[in-house]
């Protein structure tokens, strides 16, 4: 018998797309780790500030400017102060993508050359591996991988053997890796690199919507988010980073809104964070990001993180009755951020997600944007169910209903 | 009855016709389908401008593994002037299921790795 699970925050009735219906049946949505469905909150703050607030925020004198402005600065302080972070210090950019480039191009241009290292995991997003390949290419650096082990797990021995070869400039690394599941002891990890003389850049797009996050206790030199997978819009990612680091960086993307002053032939950089923030920034995004942020600072974290362990406990406990089923990544719950990756042995991982989609269930089925763990893990692609503040126990039997069914499809 | 998954789509993959390598071979062709990794190659034999013989390999859905497989069927014995001239219709009337937006990539996965072998045009089906 499976453990009897009460963890549901009961907060379904909070998401509209859960009254659609499709070909009658109710939406079973466990694809959060892709995107978040958003509360009706979110959706009544983008259009309320699309329909009574809106103006170009930063130059306007009139009080509808001064609303536009208010509310976007608003919005960065609370992101900011969710993550216990600064304003100053928490750069809007278009998701966690851009972050990561920005950080790859302003920063690593300026310190990464030839016979320099950039160290990251081989269970990275390209989000997080692509950027520091083509710097490593253009810069005659050297990029180098941490391994996974078969527990899917990094290892803080080769960590620290990495480190002491001496030549590691930045290491970069997933809070919460997005096909493992796995947690990253950032904390252990980000101690030792800073001991090493090397930075540390985090790619938080798993972490932040599922568990509490505090930037001091991280102590990540730069932090990557994004919204649309933490309740809020598309279009909108942070970058939180250390004030001396964004000082001395240049701009990324240059024109308005990010000078001090511009000459013929010079210009200026305004001040943080708005140095990182060119163009007219995603203002209606920020607003709803910021009521995100509100929605879930309500539940509290703390009860977020339970029921999504504990919902991971659950679909680990019930995925575990289907035949042929293999889990990849870490086997306890506690090591696990909310989603689990696997493989069924017959059916291939977009069949899966065809038969589940026939019992009414979304998964993603896929290489998650993940490609060389998928090589090590010797797959060419996985199926992926990933939880969210709203679902429950039942969603995931639904699921495990149509694995069996389809089972049976495929005459297993 | 299942719409996609009949019967003898599961037989194909399940037991796949013209299933693996061919060496040696005249001409190959190797496609990726970028969205889920998988991927497909071929291997074919040609006499007198003719394909004479045909393997297929490599790892995919349901779909993309029976559509290799009944192709090869038909394939098999075909000038190769043809081959070049063959189109997604083809293909998807000759799978005979309802093949959705995202799997339709599936389903012409193998004839496009046929047609980049044979033709050399490999931006097919643009
Ligand atoms: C771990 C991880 N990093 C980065 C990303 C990229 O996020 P975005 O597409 O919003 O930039 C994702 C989401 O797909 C992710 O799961």
């Not at chain 1, 250390?242 to 240059?254: A, D, G, H, I, V």
């Not at chain 1, 709203?390 to 297993?412: H, M, S, T, W």
């Not at chain 2, 013209?18 to 991927?39: A, I, K, M, V, Y």
Request: net charge negative.
């Amino acid at each position: 018998m499976p453990p009897v699970v009460e963890s549901s925050l009961a907060v379904k009735a909070d998401f509209p797309i859960f009254a659609r219906r499709f070909g009658g049946r109710e939406l079973i949505y466990l694809d959060s780790g892709a995107t978040s469905q958003k509360p009706q909150a979110v959706i009544d703050a983008q259009a309320e500030h699309l329909r009574s607030h809106n103006a170009n925020v930063h130059r306007g004198v009139y009080a509808l400017a001064q609303e536009a402005d208010a509310a976007y600065d608003g919005a960065r302080r609370k992101v900011a102060a969710f993550v216990g972070g600064r304003p100053q210090t928490t750069i809007f950019t278009k998701n966690v993508t851009e972050a990561i480039n920005l950080v790859a191009y302003s920063w690593g241009r300026a310190n990464v050359g030839p016979g320099d290292a950039v160290l990251i995991t081989q269970m990275e997003h390209h989000a997080n591996l692509v950027p520091w390949q083509v710097l490593c290419r253009e810069r005659s650096a050297e990029l180098r991988y941490l391994e996974v082990d078969e527990r899917g797990e990094l290892s803080l021995e080769a960590l620290e053997r990495e480190l002491a070869r001496g030549d590691v400039k930045l290491v970069a690394f997933a809070h919460v890796s997005n096909v493992l599941g796995t947690i990253n002891p950032v904390a252990e990890m980000t101690a030792r690199i800073r001991a090493a003389g090397a930075l540390s850049l985090v790619d938080g797009a798993q972490a932040v919507p599922q568990m509490p996050v505090d930037l001091q206790a991280l102590g990540a030199d730069f932090y990557g988010w994004t919204g649309h997978k933490a309740l809020g819009p598309t279009g909108i990612g942070v970058l939180h980073g250390r004030e001396e680091l964004l000082e001395r960086m240049e701009p990324f993307l240059t024109g308005g809104d990010m000078i001090a002053s511009v000459d013929l032939q010079s210009v200026s950089w305004n001040e943080l964070p708005y140095k990182f923030e060119a163009g007219t920034p995603p203002i209606a995004e920020a607003v709803g990001l910021g009521v995100a942020v509100d929605y879930l600072s309500a539940l509290g974290m703390e009860q977020v993180r339970t029921h999504e362990r504990s919902l991971t406990a659950y679909m680990l406990e019930r995925l575990g009755e289907v035949p042929g089923l293999r889990v990849v990544g870490p086997p306890e719950a506690e090591r696990r951020g909310g989603l689990v990756s696997f493989t069924v042995e017959g059916i291939h991982p977009h069949d899966v997600a065809e038969l589940a989609n026939r019992g009414g269930v979304c998964i993603r089925a896929g290489h998650h944007c993940a490609q060389p763990l998928m090589r090590c893990l010797g797959v060419g692609a996985t199926a992926r169910a990933s939880v969210g503040v709203y679902n429950d126990a039942a969603d995931i039997d639904a699921l495990v209903d149509a694995l069996q069914a389809g089972r049976e499809v495929f005459g297993l | 009855m299942d719409d996609l998954y009949r019967d003898y789509i599961l037989e194909h993959y399940k037991r796949p016709h013209n299933f693996g390598e061919l060496d040696p071979h005249d001409l190959e062709g190797l496609e990726h389908n970028p969205l889920c990794g998988d991927e497909l190659g071929v291997h074919i034999r040609v006499k007198d401008g003719r394909i004479e013989d045909l393997r297929f390999h490599g790892h995919g859905c349901a779909i993309s593994q029976a559509s290799a497989s009944i192709a090869s069927e038909e394939l098999k014995g075909m000038d190769l002037d043809d081959v070049g001239k063959l189109d997604a219709d083809w293909m998807i009337e000759l799978l005979g299921i309802p093949v959705s937006a995202t799997r339709r990539k599936c389903a012409l996965l193998n004839l496009k790795a046929v047609r980049g072998a044979v033709t050399g045009d490999n931006a097919w089906p643009s």
